[in-house]
């Protein structure tokens, strides 16, 4: 059963006092070397000035977030709701990084608490949407998704609606979705792979081979992007030499991702047939 707004607001604070105990971190104190950014600096300046005040507070930690100082970043965030409970970007952007942390339920609720306090915040909508869409609920995800882009047409919320079309293997929507998340920006890699995986199962295999292509020009490193035109140029263009050069680099660039296994399973039947 869910727990009551205020209760689950209560409980993330324990889970997270508990977390920050364990990590070892204080608020204010730098425990290891780090190049600061210029933004850092800034916003260290204003909480020195200003220490009662929430937004440098968050600020502060929106810049460590960018910076991938996770841990420090929810301490700052802490200290920013502490002073002021109703902002809806620290609950959102404090959910953002529990949701990466696989606290989804946590995550969510944070969302939920920013809702409360702005009901029209889209990425709060969004980002609600992407809960759902990890937990199976497709359909609850897509409401989330169709919520935001009325308020704001941004290109991970369409992008974010065609993945909940793949999933139900929609793929006429997902193109739809996804292209016109391209639209809005051109240089999204992992949409130009989605849109090829889309154009693939629809048997439209010179259009998914375009989007392979482009993503790994935007990102060449990108496993999935190598790994997806390895197996269309074995399975579709019986190209070995391509498919070879593009699955092998996919296990070169990634050899921990959660697909390697499969992709190396792969080509060694290529080379067994030759």
Known sequence: MALPMSGQLSAISRILAIFLVLTGYALGTLSRNIVWSSDLKLWMDCLAKSPRKARPYRIYADSLKKANDLD????????????????PMTYN??????????????AASLYQKALSIWPDYPDALNNLGNIC???????????FFRK????KRDPDYYYNLGSTSQRE?????????ITRALALRDDLEYAHNNLGVSYWRKGL???ALSEFKKA???????????????????????????ALFHLNYAITIAP???????????????KKRG
């Open 72 to 87: 420090r970043a929810i301490m700052y965030y802490l200290k920013a709701m502490q002073l002021d409970s109703q902002s």
């Open 216 to 242: 790994i020009v935007i990102k060449p490193d990108f496993f999935d992007a190598h790994a997806n035109l390895g197996l269309l140029y074995y399975r579709v263009y019986k190209d070995n030499t391509q």
């Open 133 to 143: 869409l990890k937990q199976g609920r497709i359909d609850e995800a897509a409401s």
């Open 256 to 270: 921990a991702h959660p697909q390697a296994g499969m992709v190396s399973s792969i080509i060694e039947e290529i």
């Open 93 to 106: 952007n404090l959910g953002v990084i529990l949701e990466d942390k696989g606290m989804l339920d946590q």
């Open 205 to 207: 295999n010179e259009q």
């Open 148 to 151: 935001a882009i009325k308020l």
């Open 169 to 177: 293997e929609h793929w006429d929507e997902a193109i739809t979705w």
